[in-house]
């Protein structure tokens, strides 16, 4: 009995519970906000939905937030069961696209709720797209702290209405054609009356261009003179085109709200500055309108030509080099990668070198470049140009220092950076060497190469090359000294034969010499016997050949009917027969007659 | 032929014999100490090494049976395919290189000397044209030495382990494919420390100097 009594106080005290929740409930209408996903990528939208429990009468704000463009897409009543209260809730869901990449922070609803953070990452970054494997990725980082105290920048306006600035920073020196200047684009949206930013930033002058500008820009929050300010900042390089003084300032499109009514009566919109009370009031109407940044002067000179490097390629700004080389001992004919890293900051796409080119006794290729930059303008960074080098004698050899030349904007001149020499050990190449390698070591087991070898021979007479002697030049005199002798020899047989000279007649030319002889000595012994003997005998063997006869035919009789009786070789023979017979003498002159006539016949030919 | 144009042949002969003798310079090959270089490679287990080292000896002594069988067994144990000269081969590698020289030489006296005394007399016809064919064939002798070794000189071995081969001339080149060491490929092209070579399945690719060795060296 006492525990049904129990049983009843405890169901009672719950049903008082409830009753005082709802009530609670009722006196004091929830209004929260949610957004799906938290973390989404630049060209993406997210579902933010604004869901209030209770009568329905409290007010819902749209949210302004730089950046990011809220649409509504729908709105649903239901009646939810809290705690067995039915309560009914009335919720508007908006599309949140954003415009460009950054951590966003949605503001409260209410002024006792939590404003909620919307990541947007740029869809290129791979940093922090999911994981291909599946695994989430990493939480939002928590928004940035809104910072207090600050003021307008320097030099700096405001838009008429107070909206937006527009700061650009560039360096306080004077600048050089084809250097890169690192700017900064700051833009300063109060929050609640800019309600989108309609593009990216661009300069006012056509002698500039814009390096690099990214669409991910870095975003801030801060109280500038009290308002609550979103900044937007862009940091990029200039590429300076032409020489000259040139006013330079930046432009952004913005779409912000316009009061339509007196400023005196909107001054309780500004003293709030909360985009509540001007919905509320519907103050304000959008328009879009170009903020530009003050115009400031940039004083562009071109590069000096006094002093300039031959190996200059148009690289400015301040650098430093390095350099080694792998690997330090290598056979001849091994490639070695020859290293050179540039260091610094500066306008990195000029920077270039060639490195070595045609030296001594190495053989050089053409370098390739990569670049490694530390920051996202691409201006900070380490250059790395790798040359493959092959040696070509064996040694130790020294490769020599290099040297990069840049233009210092801040000195002035140019300058050349020069690297320490190095020290590479070189042997000699494997197929080159005629030394032995060493036979594998003791106790080791013998490769398979060498168990079935024959013996090794015994040392023999050596050659200077292995092409065959008939291929070396120094054999060549050989067989053409060889040619030459055998062409003369043949030449002179030919020469001492005569061409076309029947053989018969140069045996008697030999004969003639002979008995030339004999007469010439008849003649001195006054012998006239032996003297004409001896020229018919050889003019004779001269017919026979000539008249094709045996030279016993040849006889007076035979001359007289061939040559006449007026020819002086009859007129020999008959003084021959003469002298024969009837031992006729001659004195010196008939000798010396008769044997110019038979030498005239026999050795000058000029018988008929 | 009289005495003194046989006079001046011989010593046109003696004088060229001394200045190739002079000219010789410093002896580094002799087929004897190549094949014991390459049987001390084959030994440290570098076949490539040692393949070339025989073929280097067999340019010297092409007839010498231990250099031949070396070699076959090295390349056997490489497992590279065998290599069997033909017919044409063999008779022409009967001497050595050094002396089909000197028979080239003598077969060009020979038949000089028969075509002069052809000019001179019309006697020993039948003993004049044997030695004329004998002189030509002597010289023929020496043509089919030089056809049959004149690939050789333009041919390689591959001294590396494993020899990428190239597409281009350079050593970023994209390798096409990889030969075993040992392997005999003949050279096409030079370029830059590479050499355009070919294989004897007909693929073709440039290859690093610092791999392979040419059989003669330039």
């Given amino acids: 009995m006492s525990s049904r009594n129990q049983s009843l106080r405890l169901a009672a005290l719950g049903l008082l519970a409830a009753l005082v929740a709802a009530t609670a409930l009722a006196d004091d209408p929830l209004v ?72 966003f922070t949605i503001p409260a609803v209410t002024p006792k709720a939590q404003p909620l953070v919307l990541q947007v990452n740029a869809a290129s970054s791979a940093a922090n797209v999911p994981h291909p494997n599946g695994r989430i990725a990493p939480p939002p980082p928590p928004p940035p702290p809104i910072l207090s105290g600050a003021s307008i920048p320097k030099g700096v306006r405001l838009t008429d209405d107070g909206s937006a600035y527009v700061r650009l920073g560039i360096p306080k020196r004077e600048v050089f054609v084809g250097e890169s200047v690192p700017i900064e684009i700051e833009v300063g949206m109060r929050s609640g009356f800019v309600s989108s930013l309609n593009g990216l930033p661009k300069l006012s002058d056509d002698n500039f261009a814009l390096n690099n500008l990214s669409h991910q820009p870095e975003r801030t929050e801060k109280l500038i003179n009290g308002e609550p300010f979103v900044l937007l900042t862009w940091r990029s390089t200039l590429a300076v085109i032409k020489p000259g003084a040139f006013p330079l300032s930046a432009e952004v499109p913005l779409t912000v709200k316009i009061r339509t009514r007196p400023k005196q009566q909107s001054s309780l919109d500004d003293r709030f500055g909360d985009p509540f009370w001007q919905n509320l009031f519907g103050a304000t109407v959008p328009k879009d309108i170009n903020v530009t940044s003050p115009a400031q002067e ?57 490195m070595l080119e045609h030296f001594g006794q190495w053989k050089t290729y ?7 930059t530390s920051d996202p303008l691409s201006f900070s960074g380490m250059k790395t140009f790798e040359q493959p080098v092959i040696a070509t004698k064996p040694g130790v050899q020294e490769l020599p220092a290099l040297t990069f030349s840049y233009f210092d904007p801040n000195t002035r001149h140019y300058e050349t950076a020069r690297s320490a020499p190095l020290s590479v050990s070189i042997s000699p190449a494997l197929a080159d060497s005629q030394v032995a390698p060493q036979a594998p070591t003791t106790g080791l087991p013998e490769n398979k190469y060498a168990a079935g070898l024959r013996p090794d021979h015994v040392e023999t007479a050596a050659t200077s090359s292995l092409m065959p002697l008939y291929l070396q030049a120094k054999f060549l005199p050989v067989p053409s000294i060889v040619v030459l002798a055998f062409a003369a020899g043949w030449a002179s047989a030919r020469r001492r034969r005569g061409v076309g000279e029947p053989e ?23 012998d006239a016997v ?48 003469e002298a024969k017979y009837s031992g006729r003498n001659l004195n010196a002159t008939d000798f010396a007659r008769w044997l110019r006539v038979v030498r005239r016949h026999l050795v000058s030919d000029k018988t008929t | 032929m009289n005495n003194r144009m046989r006079a001046a042949l011989v010593f046109s002969l003696l004088l060229g014999a001394v200045a190739v003798h002079a000219e010789s310079g410093p002896t580094d090959y002799s087929a004897a100490r190549l094949y014991n270089l390459a049987n001390s ?40 395919p065998p290599e069997t000269p033909d017919a044409f081969d063999r008779v022409a590698t009967i001497a050595s290189p050094l002396w089909i020289s000197w028979i080239g030489v003598l077969g060009l006296a020979i038949a000089g ?25 002597m010289l023929g002798l020496t043509l089919c030495n030089a056809m049959a070794l004149w690939p050789r000189f ?42 355009l070579i070919e294989t004897r399945a007909g693929r073709a690719g440039w290859i690093a100097h610092s791999n392979f060795a040419p059989i003669v060296p330039r």
């Avoid at chain 2, 350079?170 to 494919?177: I, T």
């Fill in chain 2, 154 to 195: 333009h041919q390689g071995v591959l001294i590396a382990a494993s020899a990428p081969v190239r597409v281009s001339p350079v050593p970023m080149g994209d390798p096409l494919f990889t030969l075993p060491e040992g392997e005999k490929v003949k050279v096409t092209a030079e370029h830059e420390g590479f050499a």
């Fill in chain 1, 366 to 372: 053409p370098p390739k470049s990569s670049f490694n």
């Fill in chain 1, 298 to 354: 940039l004083t562009v000179h071109e590069l000096p030509a006094q002093g300039r490097p031959a190996d200059f390629h148009g690289a400015i700004g301040t650098f430093s080099i390095a350099s080694d080389v792998s690997p330090t001992k290598a056979d001849v004919g091994d490639p070695l990668t020859l290293r050179m890293r540039v260091t610094g900051s500066g306008n990195f796409d000029r920077v270039d070198s060639s």
């Fill in chain 2, 113 to 137: 000397a028969s075509v002069i005394a052809g000019q001179l007399s019309s006697r020993h016809r039948l003993l004049r044209g044997g030695a004329t064919l004998l002189g030509v064939s």
């Fill in chain 1, 504 to 526: 018969p007649d140069r045996i008697a030319s030999r004969t003639a010499k002979r008995v030339l002889g004999q007469m010439q000595g008849a003649a001195r012994a006054g």
């Fill in chain 2, 41 to 80: 490679y084959a030994r440290a287990g570098k076949p490539g090494m040692a393949i070339l080292n025989y073929e280097r000896a067999s340019l010297l002594s092409p007839n010498d049976p231990d250099v031949q069988a070396n070699l076959r067994y090295v390349r056997a144990s490489a497992h590279l």
């Fill in chain 1, 32 to 103: 929260y906000a949610t957004i799906q996903p938290a973390q989404i990528l630049l060209g993406e939208s997210a579902q933010f939905t604004i869901t209030n429990l209770g009568d329905g009468t409290n007010p819902i704000t749209m949210p302004v937030v730089a950046g990011l463009k809220f649409e509504i897409i729908g709105r649903t009543r239901e009646v939810q069961l809290i705690n067995g209260t039915l309560l009914p809730s009335s919720s508007i869901v908006m599309r949140v696209t954003p415009q460009i990449a950054g951590i």
């Fill in chain 1, 530 to 577: 032996l003297f004409f003997d001896s020229a018919r005998t050889a003019l004779q063997s001269v017919l026979a050949a000539r008249w094709q006869l045996a030279p016993e035919e040849i006889t007076t009789t035979e001359v007289e009917g061939r040559v006449g009786a007026e020819n002086d070789i009859y007129e020999l023979f008959a003084l021959a027969d």
